[in-house]
């Protein structure tokens, strides 16, 4: 049986609990008095109570339910990503896009192609092996299949609904979500086996400075500038945008892909934030990359068609690469016996002037 003593402290336990509970009672009697009074006053402001619920400390916001952030209604940062998504990400991307499609058809109305100025002479240099190409194309196709995707993702609502209507526009953006979240991982695959194929030929040289300083021939009086197997522009394009740009946004786009492993939203919304910039950033440098690659450059698109370029080409547009293959093959294809002429590209300057 408990003692007297025991008693008078039960007693006094009890006392303080019931003190507790009654001025907690009385608290939540006046918030909740302050809150009707605040309907009165001011319908629907319910803003205190909201900005406890934003801020998922009060002990009142739990749940049962297990996962990240689960006990969090609403994730004020959420706003902020949806305002730069919405803003300058879309504004800003979709004008620079506008505009260096702009500039590129401008530049190709007033300058036309890059054309020979020799005559082809009909004897053929392999310029990319079957592997090259075969790994080229993959991530090519991937690529344009996710930059298309990403565009309708990004800009779809404000250029495509409009025209397609709400059904339509949903079928194609849930279309377009799958067809990206699935050929992601693709085109990481082959942005490495891109990188490891073609590293060797893109590391920097002395000469590509002269290339850099003379952009490449492609303003001003179109000389003809020598360079190696790749010239300084598509070194900057392997380095920066195929390696870097390429390796953000797989690696983002993999922990947005594959969202079971505690990501938070604030940490999804900020890799959807560097994703989409440097997915922006990265069409932008492809369209360049693939002007030149098809109407750009007479006869660049077939290289990569076919592997095979003409030894004209190949002596004008890579000089010492095309010195270097002759070095170490002997003879091209051709005439047999007929050998090829290895007179410097510069003994051709008369022909570039247009
Ligand atoms: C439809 C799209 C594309 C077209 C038409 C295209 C066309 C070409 C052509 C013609 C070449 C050979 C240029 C030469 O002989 O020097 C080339 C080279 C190359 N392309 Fe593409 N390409 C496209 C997309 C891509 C994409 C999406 C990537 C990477 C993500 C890429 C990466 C490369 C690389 C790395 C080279 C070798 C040159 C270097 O290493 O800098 N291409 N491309």
Redesign the pocket.
Known sequence: MPGYRDMGVLVRLLFVLCVVLFAQSAWAVEGSAKQAERQATQPLNNAPFWRDVRGGENPYQTTQVRGVETNVLVQTEGEIWRQIRNGPITIYGGWLIILITALIGLYYSLKGPLKLHEKPTGRMVE?FNSWERIV?WT??IS??ILAVTGLIILFGKYVVLPVLGYTLFSWLATLAKNLHNFVGPLFAVC?VL?FVT?VK??IPKAHDWIWVKKLGGFFGSREHVPSGR?NAG??A??WIV?TLL?VVSAVTGFIMDFANFGQGRGTMQLVNVIHAVSAVLFIVA?LA??YV??IGVEG??Q??RTGMTDETWAREHHEYWYNDYVASHGSIGGAPGSAPSTAPASAMREGWKT
Do not use: L
């Open positions: 310029r080229h991530t090519a690529f344009v942005a891109m073609f030929d893109n790749f598509e070194k394009w392997f195929v390429g492809a990359h693939i690659g098809t660049a698109y290289t990569m």
